[in-house]
């Protein structure tokens, strides 16, 4: 799969340890909101889409 800009997206495993740190994909261990519950999912599927980019990037330098 090619790269949507067609370059490298620098996308470091740093960077996406980092975000794992701030942002774990856990169950929230309190009583949140449904918007607030929302909010958490929308920073998981960015780390998630963040994470797919980074493999394809690693993927297509080889």
Same mark, same amino acid.
């Given at each position: 799969?090619? =790269? $949507?800009? *067609?370059?490298? @997206? *620098?996308?470091?495993? *740093?960077? @996406?340890?980092?975000? =794992? +740190?701030?942002? /774990?994909?856990?169950? /929230?261990?309190?009583? $949140?909101? $449904?918007?607030?519950?929302?909010?958490?999912? *929308?920073?998981?599927?960015? $780390?998630? +889409?963040?994470?797919? @980019?980074?493999?394809?990037?690693? =993927? =297509?330098?080889?």
């Amino acid at each position: 799969m090619k =790269n $949507i800009l *067609g370059t490298s @997206l *620098g996308i470091s495993q *740093g960077l @996406l340890t980092t975000l =794992n +740190k701030l942002f /774990p994909d856990t169950m /929230p261990t309190r009583q $949140i909101t $449904i918007e607030e519950l929302r909010f958490l999912q *929308g920073q998981r599927s960015v $780390i998630k +889409k963040l994470s797919e @980019l980074s493999e394809d990037d690693f =993927n =297509n330098e080889e």
